[in-house]
């Protein structure tokens, strides 16, 4: 499956208990670094590369790994932005490989946020987390632009979806 959840809560990645193998995209960018010193300390490996840098060599190394049946993590809004926009690369890269993306949502009752573009959500100590997988999205093979745009938008409404219910979850 292709795991995606908004940049501001990458830290998600610490609760998923890998029992499967999985491949996280980040960028090569100064910030991206440091993301894939913490994912690697939690066990999990990394491929390099954005939409800005690297992103063909990133896709082509995560279309192998998809052959291999690995699990694929990506920030569908990521490394730049804008916010909780999906951009076209997870849909291209769910359409090539015919692995469904589940799109999840987070929520935190106390949390700092970066001054970044993403905001990225730091949660306090003993702060309560909701975590939420949405319904599963299955892209077809061989989309037209189009068809791409058509289906960033479900995804980005599956995201918003799975996000509006951790807060709810969070509020109970």
């Known amino acids: 499956m292709i795991h995606a959840f908004w940049h501001e809560n ?6 998923i208990p890998v029992r499967a193998e999985l491949r996280v995209m980040i960028s090569h960018h100064g910030d991206g670094e440091l993301i894939a010193q913490v994912v690697r300390h939690l066990g999990l490996k990394t491929v390099r590369g954005s939409t800005t840098r690297g992103g063909v060599a990133a896709m082509l190394e ?17 490394p ?22 589940v799109p999840y949502g987070m929520a935190y009752d106390h949390a700092w946020r970066a001054q970044s573009w993403d905001r990225m959500a730091v949660p306090w100590p003993f702060s309560r987390v909701a975590g939420v997988a949405g319904a599963l999205l299955h892209v077809p093979a061989d989309l037209d632009r189009a068809g791409q745009l058509f289906f960033a938008r479900r995804l980005q409404e599956r995201l918003d979806q799975a996000e509006q219910t951790a807060q709810r979850l969070l509020r109970r």
């Open 80 to 101: 730049r932005g804008p916010r909780r926009q999906v951009q076209l690369g997870v849909i291209y890269l769910a359409s090539r490989t015919g692995m469904p993306i």
């Open 62 to 78: 995560m279309l192998e790994h998809a052959e291999r049946q690995v699990h694929l993590a990506v920030t569908p809004d990521g």
């Open 10 to 15: 990458l830290l998600f990645l610490a609760s």
